[in-house]
């Protein structure tokens, strides 16, 4: 079964204190995978697109990895407002249907 | 803004009722998205329209139906209500129907008492 893990579920970081989330999924045939940040309540924001291992895409302080197997969004030096859930999404097969993670629940303190 | 629109932004009914949410693609984009969003489940995919015509579906209830208009608006009917298809419900829309970004509107929250 097609399936997409993030973790950890929760993260707690000082303010300018670097780290990463991961999601790993297996699918039978990937398309595409998709990172979005979600804040209560609001619709999920599109942050990044990957297609193909070895991909890496960057906008300001969160960098994105792709590997056969997992994908990495890293957060360099974050801050308050980088407060958030951070989702990943896999398309696979045919369709532009999207699976997506829990999530991973950012916390950033001044 | 992502350039999608739903109205209404929320919405508070009764067990056995039947509503009806609506969504406005971005301008240019042809394929329309919803999804289910529950506190246990997550972002769940409902079905994908793609200029009019259905493209996909997901673990939808039969109670659940939509369609997208020649005007690519689309909406999401929900009928006899359950206390657990209280949920945010989000309409997303992109130009190609696959191998491309979603973009997703503000959500319409639906509250089954």
């Known amino acids: 079964e097609d399936q997409v893990t993030q973790s950890p579920e929760a993260l707690r970081l000082q303010e300018g204190e670097s780290s990463s989330l991961n999601c790993s999924y297996t699918v039978s045939g990937l398309r595409g995978l998709f990172w979005y940040r979600q804040d209560p309540g609001k619709g999920p924001e599109f942050l990044f697109t990957?297609?193909?291992a070895g991909e890496e895409k960057e906008k300001e302080r969160l960098k994105a990895t792709l590997t056969k197997k997992e994908s990495f969004l890293h957060i360099t030096a974050p801050k308050p407002e980088d407060s958030a859930t951070y989702l990943c999404?896999?398309?696979?097969?045919?369709?532009?249907?999207?699976?997506f993670g829990q999530g991973t629940t950012l916390q950033v303190k001044p | 803004d992502s350039g999608v629109t739903q109205t209404p932004k929320h919405l508070i009914t009764a067990t056995g009722q039947r509503v009806t949410l609506r969504c406005s693609p971005r301008?240019?984009?042809?394929?329309v998205y919803w999804y289910q969003q529950s506190l246990d489940q997550g972002l769940q995919f409902l079905i994908q329209y793609y200029n009019g015509e259905e493209r996909a579906k997901g673990n939808i209830l039969e109670r659940f139906s939509a369609q997208q208009f020649p005007d690519l608006h689309s909406e999401l009917n929900l009928s006899s209500l359950e206390l657990g298809d209280s949920a945010l419900y989000f309409c997303?829309?992109?130009?190609?129907?696959?191998?491309?970004?979603?973009?997703f509107g503000p959500g319409t929250r639906l509250t089954v008492l």
């Open positions: 999404a896999v398309q696979e097969g045919n369709t532009g249907k999207l699976i």
């Open positions: 990957l297609y193909s």
């Open positions: 997303a829309s992109s130009k190609r129907e696959i191998l491309d970004t979603q973009y």
């Open positions: 301008s240019g984009d042809l394929s």
